[in-house]
Structure formats: C-alpha cells, structure tokens
C-alpha cells in the first residue's frame, strides 16, 4: 500500500508542470503543446515508427484481448479504405447492464481519490497514448481513412491535447472550490465558528459516444472530462472504428491498474451496425453525463428527449467561405482548395458552399469574374489530385461506401438541375494502396434558389460555388445558414474593413467561429487546442464547445457539511 | 453620450472593491458581507424604518405602475397572512409575445456590453435594493408571511448576498475567457501569426419562476446570472406573491434606463393562480434559461420536459435530523425546535422528519429515552409558542391556507394510523396582528412503518419524531431519504466520531449539505451565501447549485474569430 501511496505522490509530481502549463496555455489562448505533431524520424527517433506498424498489424485477424466484465461474445466489422479488406479484430461484447454495474463498482475509490491525481492519471494515460501513436497513426488510418500524417498528428497529438485542455479546464473548476473553510461569525451576540468541507462529489458514469472518421478528436476531451472530475466512462466506439478506441481503452486501463484503481473505470462498449447499443447505456439511470459526437440525425434525436443528464454533443453543420474579395486569387483559392482536399471534406471543419459575388470580387489583379474566381478553386483542387503523392498525404482515403453514394447523389441531383458541373470527382491513385477508396472533391456551380440543396449537410467531397448577389447577401446568407443549420467554422475573405466590422458581430452571434483572410501553410481548417475554442454551442452543429469552463464545471458537484470548530476532528 | 460613458466607467469604479471582495469570499468561503442584515436604527438610523413602512403602505389598493410593453390588463389577488385582507395592489399584465420581443430587442446592446459593466449594473441594483430594504421587509411580510426581522435580513442582505455570490462566480467564468490573444506556430516551415478575438455570446432570454414564501431568495442569484452573463430576464413572481418581485423589477428597471440601457432587459410576468403563464414563456423559443423556485410537482414536469434549454430547479425535500447522542439534550433539543419554529417550516431547510434510536441515547447527563428526547424537542417548542413576541419573531406567519390544510391532514392521518400527537399544532397570538394566520408546529410520534408518511414533503409546521432501530438505521435511512426524495439540508448530532466519520461521506454521496452537532444562537438552517453552498443538485431537491461556477459557466457561449496578424485591425 506504501509502495501505490508513493508512486501516486511521484505521479502527480511528475505532472504538475505540464498541468500548470496547460492552464497558462488555456488562459493566455497562445500555441502550446507538450507534444510533437509530427511524425518525423528526426524527433522521434528510427525505431518507433516500424514498431509502430509492426505493433497495429500484429492486431489483425486476431481478438483484441480485454478482459472486459460481462462478455457475452465478439465481434468486429472494420474494413480498411486503404485495401478494402477486413481487418479481421474482434472485440469483446459486454452486457449494457454488467458493464455499467462494473463502473458504478470502481466509482466511490475514485470518486475519493484526490482530483490532483486524478488530473495526472489521465496525463499518464495521454503520455503512454503519444508513446503508442506510431501504433495509433495506422489504425485510424486503417479504420477513418486518414492519411497517414494526419493520423499521427490530428487524432494524436493535436487530439491529445484537446484532453488535456479539458484537464486544465477541470483543474481550474475542481480548485475553485476549496476543501475547508473557517467561518467566524456572531449571532444575537454569541461568536460562532464553524469548520466546513466541501467534498466534490461525481454525477455519475459518463458515455461517451465517438464517431468513425475522427474517434478520438472529441473522444479526449470528453473521457478525461468526466474521469478527472471523478465519473467512471463507458467509451461506445463507432461499430466501423472500434480499434482506435480499444487501444485508447486498454491504456487508460493499464494506468489505472497500475496506480491501483479499478480498471473499469474505463470500458469499452463494442456493438453493430445491425444492433446498435447505445440507446440502452443512454438511458440506464446510472449513466449521467452522454458525451456524443455523430450524425445530427441521432444527435438531434439526444438533443430533444434527454432530460435529467448531462448532455454534450457535436454533430455537424455546413461550413460556408465567402468571398467578397481577396488580395491574392490564387492563395485565397489555395487555401479554400486545401481545406476541401484535407481528409476528402470528411472533417467537421471542411467548407462545404462557397459563395462569391456574380458580378465577381475585387482582387490586387483586378476584378476576378465569378467564374474565374470558380476556376481558380477547381486549378488548386486539380493541382493536388494531380499529384498522388499529395493527394495521398492530404486527401487519404474515403471511410465508406457511404460517402461515395453522397458524392454521387450530388452529381446526380446537379445534373437534374442543370447545374454546371465544375469538376467531377473521380478517384485518384494512391501510390502505396493501389486499391484505397478514394475520391476528388465534386465542385459544382449553383445559384441562391438551389439552397435546400446546398444547405444540407454533405459527408463527403462536395463543394458548391455560390453565385451570391453580392458580398452582403453572402454574408447574410452564411450567417443565416449558420444559424439555421449549424456550423463549426465559416471562413471569409475580404480586403473591406468595412465589410468586415459589418459582419463579424452577425458571425458571432450566429455562433459562428470565424477565420478571416488566411492563406498559407496553416490549413485554414486546424483547430489548435488550448488557443482555439471548438464548436459554440449556439447552433445545430452542437450543444456544447470542447473546451471551455461550461464543459466541465457541471460533471461535478459540491456537497458541505460544517460543525462547530471547537469540536472538530 | 460622453456622460453615460462616463458614468459607466465610475459605476465599474465603484463596485470594483466589492465584486473582488466577493470572489475572494467564495474562493476561501469565509464569512463576508458588504451589508448589515439587522434591521437595527442603530445602523440605518431612525428615519428608514418608518420611511420604509410608508412605502409599503403607499403601495396598497392601488395599481403597481410599472411601464412595461404589451400591457394587456392589471391583475392581483395578494392577500396578508397577517391581517387576512386583500392587499388591493394590481399589477400589470403583459403579453407573452411582446414581453420576449421587449427583451430580445435590448439583447444586443447587452451582449456587447463590457462584462465588467453588467457586473457593476447588478451591483447598483442589489444596492438600491439592500436602500429599499424596509419597505421590501414589508412587502414579504404582507405577501409571504415571513416576521419582520426575518423578512429584513432573509429576504434582504442575505438573499441579495446570493445574488452577488453569483455575480462573483459570472466574473470567473468571463475573465476566465481572454478577449483577445496571438498565436504563432510554425507550419510546413511558415511562421504563422495570428490575432484571435473571443467574443462573449449570451444564450437567449432568460426566465425566472419564483416561489411564494422566499421569493427573493433564489431570484437574486438567477436574475444576476443570466444578466451578468449578457442574458435579458423575465421574472414570473408567484400570483399570490407579486409585490417583492415588482419592487425588484422596478429597481433593477430604474438602474439600466439611467444608465442608458433598454429597461426591458429586465420585465415582470405577471399571472393569476387561475390562469398560470409560466408554460408559454417556457415553450418560447426565445427563452433558453429557466430557473425555477418552486413545486416539486411543477418542478419535476420542467425536469422531465424541458429539452435544449438550460434548466436549474430548486423545488423541496424531506430535510432529516439523526439523534445518535448528544452532549446536551436541551441545547440540541432548542436547535431543532427553533429551526422547526422558524417561518412556521415553511423554509426548504426546514427539518421535517427527527430519527431518535427507540433505545434512547446517550447524553452527558446519562442515557435519554425516546421519549426523553421527543419531550425536550417538544418542551423547547413550547417555550417559544408560549411567548408571544418570541413566537412573533421567530415563526411569523402562515403564507397561506394550503399550509393550514397540510397541518390538520397530517394531523387526521396520525389519529387514522393511531400515532401518538406529542404536540398539537395551534394558532398563537400574534402581538402586533391580531388577525394573523399562525400555527406553531404539529409534533407526531412515528415508527419506521410510518414511512411513507413522514417520507413525504409536508409544507407547514408538521414535524416527526421517528423511533429508529439504532443510530445506524436512522443515518441509512436519512441518507436513502435525501437520495430518493431529495433534502437541501440535513443535521445530525452524535458525540459518537466514529459514527460520524462511518456516515458523512454516504451523506455527501446522497447530496445532502449536513450540519453536525451545531447548538446556540446560530440557526441551524441558516445558510450563509459565499460560505454555504445552497442544494447540491445531487438528488430530488434541485438540479443544481445556487451558487457555483457550474450555476452561471453555461449561461454565456464563446465564438472565436482569427486572421493572420499583419493584417489586422
């Protein structure tokens, strides 16, 4: 017991300055990671990236142990987009009931535990998760069909540290509330003092819910939300990318045995396409915190019977650029074209309309027609897809058939339209997976009477060019969109002032977050954790931002007692 | 212009020592008040009391003239519990509609309001109000029943204290958000800089539903934050206990006009008993915060219906006193009796239910019997009915005659079971009113079969002494009681530590706040804003905390927008 007591002290120790730092970072809003984002051999040494492969592909065709409560059977339905072949996992079924009795079970030992330690277990358990990301960097590949960089660092490090950001979060909420107090006061002439405790006391198991194509982007945040505050967690993966989330699992479980608390205070709750199990974790009475990212279908479906939980999610919305002018076309139309490419539109973050004046917009160059300005988009597109290298390292893979029948609806719709299609979208070779699913973006021209077209959400590499009767009617129209369907980024190009200061209010009361002008090396899509808030919370992309205050000072609360301090213990 | 700027920029002055006074209270939880909650003329001088007096009187048989929009008729069926006359006030009564668009019109000019404004505004109003207090004690007493030292400093200083508490926890959670920051990070190679800009976004109008015998209590902290936070609010005063909350509105009215804000921002809903309006206003898409006072009937539906809107409820309990052994019998039968005495328990802290093991327990002065106990509780009970100012003081008056039917069935149901009825409950003779509706408290003898009786919230003085197998059973089933059906404040007195030390934490984990062993001049129902927590949100009693971070992070949003910063503004 010594022994555990010690190494707990030293763990919370060793992490004291990365928590510290994390809360400058979140409070200062400047760029700050303890990690590396990049794969590069020069940080990371010769032997951790082939040991990385080596460690995924030792996971095929094989069962994924984890010795789970409640196992009633296996199962596992992953396909590849990079080869279109099985992976061949199964993975531990439990009933809904066992597993949540198992939480409940680890819950009082955690809930005790100081939250200090709490906060540097799940930094341990980000530390070991960077440690596999070699390892991590090719089953989302192999399972959300992301490019192989952005694996390693948009669902490692740059997800990691949006858990962490949530950790500093739940810091700043848990150390607000003091464990003693002393409290002197008279009363009709008698002094009285009291001694009170304040004890934090956890809601209840939180579930958190991912999505297939990004599962450990929201998945961070909200698992060490609620772990750091005290809730057991029951992660439910998506059934066509559960390894990415059984990997995450098994560390965390690791940990938590190791410093001697109660593995399933982290479970993993695998199902089907054909019997999903969601709804039976959601709602059992024991779970109290639904943390959800997916479709805005079930999304939407949580958001309007949920009640007496909490309830977090993220679904999606339409991502919209205007371009009221520029100062260089073909950066702007760079940037706008890269952000389309990066993961094939699969991200929250990828614009989805682009809406340009039809009388065209002002650039250094000169006045650019609206079909130029088109033009230049579909140049910059077509620039990447021409390069299979490039298209590999930003476009990846498509996750599903699925994408593909939106992608192809689209076309279908906009040639019943009569709609000019700007650039078909074809699939491209990529050079180390000859059979990957893969697709261009679809670019199509549209007029402001096919809205109920674009203003749907499309998973998938579609963009539409929006002739917009001018910057303001774009702007209205975006922030209106925005608003009414939901979005998680809109972006603006303007070298008005005017315009601008016009706007950005509109944007943020939309609940809107907004990039203004930016052309370059940054993907203008990245969100940066610490410095960039995600999601608003006052649209139908979602409920809630990851992360801020809001996120986690509700998944604790404070219970009192007070006595007479002359008697105290 | 210049001026209202000008006298903006003193306001923020002004109340600054006070809102760092106040953070600096709730974040050590020691005793601390800007304000003085004795009515005494030795601190306001001789003219207040009598000047609030006539205030009050000058309101009576005449309309409440408050100009609010869509006025569609006057209303007002409030009647003394001290004198069982019609106080003749009307009040006016809007329409839903306009009253939301009246708010929503003055929303954007709040929300861009600097923060530190709104907070200072809140502070101007709490202290005109706290000036106003004399004749506010007035107004309580006539409409609630409340004494008049209790109504002075309850319902003032103490509840106005809530109110800034809850201010203090707005201006963490705002300053806690940056407005502006800069970002640089190398991408790809390129140095990349760019300015970010957080913008502060309220959630939408918001609603608070008070309850009427302690309205202003928990109205203060809802009211102040949602408008801190950038929110307009709508306060629904109970029909039956209209005139404290127009005297608030009319105040808090009086402040923004003069500070050249809408008035709107803050407007009264008034309704009659036979017609209830609160369900339009909840329905509204407009209104997304509600904060609710009341009913656990009313309360519970808002629980069980309310989606996509934030919800915090405070509604009642079965609040419980464990006697496992005591020091002194008398003093700790005194502090029961008083806090059972106190408002006639029409308070959510007041005790309903006393667990005395059937064995006795032990005192300093030798082992006390059941019934030993149960006579002191009633002897001390005695004590203060028999004594006419002292009962005045402390019990007040009956707010109204449902209280009365929830004695006499209590009553009834105990001869039914053949209960023993330590102690009938009789109206007093009230000093000053000799009209006044009184009743000292109901005291019946009860075994654990009894449970569903005593289980059950009675509001009205109606007490049960339940002998328990021991002091075990009584703590397990006081914790299953606070879990089940919801306490906001349990006590317990045992001079046993290893019994307390045995039950605090399941007491902490059923979320109820627990006094232990307090006897003397402090009630033990006194809750203290910036030191006491007031209802966990833990169980049946309320879904959240009047006040924490997590009672005021959710009611603002953040939006985000960035540019690269060579360019920016």
Request: proline fraction near 7%; charge should be negative.
């Amino acid at each position: 017991m010594q022994a555990i007591s010690d190494n707990r002290a030293a763990l919370i120790e060793k992490h004291r300055p990365v928590i510290a730092q994390a809360i400058e970072a979140v409070e200062t809003r400047v760029s700050w990671s303890p990690y590396k984002d990049s794969p590069s051999t020069r940080i990371h040494g010769t032997e951790k990236p082939p040991a990385g492969k080596a460690a995924f592909e030792a996971r095929l065709n094989r069962r994924f142990e984890l010795d789970l409560p409640g196992i009633t059977g296996w199962v596992g339905e992953e396909t590849s987009p990079y080869n279109l072949e099985p992976l061949g996992i199964s993975y531990p079924v439990s009933d809904p009931d066992v597993l949540v009795e198992a939480a409940r079970a680890g819950m009082p030992e955690w809930a005790k535990a100081n939250p200090e330690l709490r906060i540097a277990l799940c930094l341990e358990m980000a530390e070991r998760l960077y440690d596999r990301n070699f390892e991590m960097a090719h089953a989302i590949m192999h399972v959300a069909g992301q490019s192989y960089t952005q694996a390693f660092s948009g669902s490692g490090p740059n997800a990691l540290d949006r858990g962490i950001e949530a950790l500093a979060y739940a810091a700043i909420a848990m150390r607000n509330v003091v464990p003693t107090a002393t409290y002197h006061r008279k009363f009709a002439g008698d002094d009285v003092a009291l001694e009170k405790f304040y004890t934090l006391v956890p809601r209840g198991v939180g579930l958190v819910i991912c999505c297939a194509s990004f599962p450990t982007w929201n998945a961070y945040p909200a698992m060490f939300a609620s772990l750091s505050t005290g809730n057991p967690v029951i992660v439910k993966p998506h059934p066509i990318a559960v390894l990415p989330m059984a990997i995450v699992v098994e560390t965390c479980r690791t940990v938590l045995s190791e410093f001697g608390f109660d593995p399933n205070l982290i479970t993993l709750a695998v199902d089907t396409l054909a019997e999903p199990v969601a709804g039976k974790y959601v709602e059992h009475p024991a779970v109290q915190i639904i943390d959800f990212t997916g479709s805005p279908r079930y999304g939407g479906h949580l958001e309007r019977t949920v009640t007496g939980k909490l309830l977090y999610t993220e679904t999606a919305g339409v991502n919209s650029v205007v371009m009221e002018s520029v100062d260089d076309l073909a950066e702007a139309a760079r940037a706008v074209a890269r952000a389309t490419c990066l993961f094939s539109a699969q991200m929250c973050t990828s614009p989805q309309v682009v809406y340009v004046p039809k009388g065209g917009i002002a650039t250094s160059g000169g006045t650019a027609g609206f079909d130029d300005v088109a033009q230049a988009i579909v140049d910059e597109i077509d620039a990447i897809a021409a390069n299979p290298k490039m298209a590999a390292g930003i476009m990846g893979a498509i996750q599903g058939d699925v994408s593909l029948d939106v992608v192809a609806a689209a076309s279908a719709e906009a040639e019943r339209e009569g709609m000019t299609i700007l650039r078909p979208s074809q699939p491209y070779e990529h050079p180390d997976f000859p059979n990957a699913r893969t697709r261009t973006p679809l670019v199509l021209a549209a007029t402001p009477e096919h809205v109920e077209m674009y203003a749907e959400e499309r998973f998938g590499p579609v963009l539409f060019v929006v002739a917009a009767e001018d910057g303001d009617t774009a702007a209205a129209e975006a922030t209106e969109l925005a608003r009414t369907r939901g979005t998680i980024s809109c972006y603006l190009y303007s070298t008005d002032e005017d315009f601008v200061d016009r706007w950005v209010e509109v944007y943020a009361q939309a609940g809107a977050n907004l990039t203004i002008n930016l052309t370059g090396a940054m993907w203008i899509n990245f969100a940066a954790a610490y410095s960039d808030y995600h999601v608003t919370g006052l649209n139908p992309a979602g409920n809630a931002c990851l992360t801020d205050l809001s996120f986690v000072a509700s998944r604790f609360r404070i219970a009192q007692r007070r006595r007479p301090i002359h008697e105290a213990a």
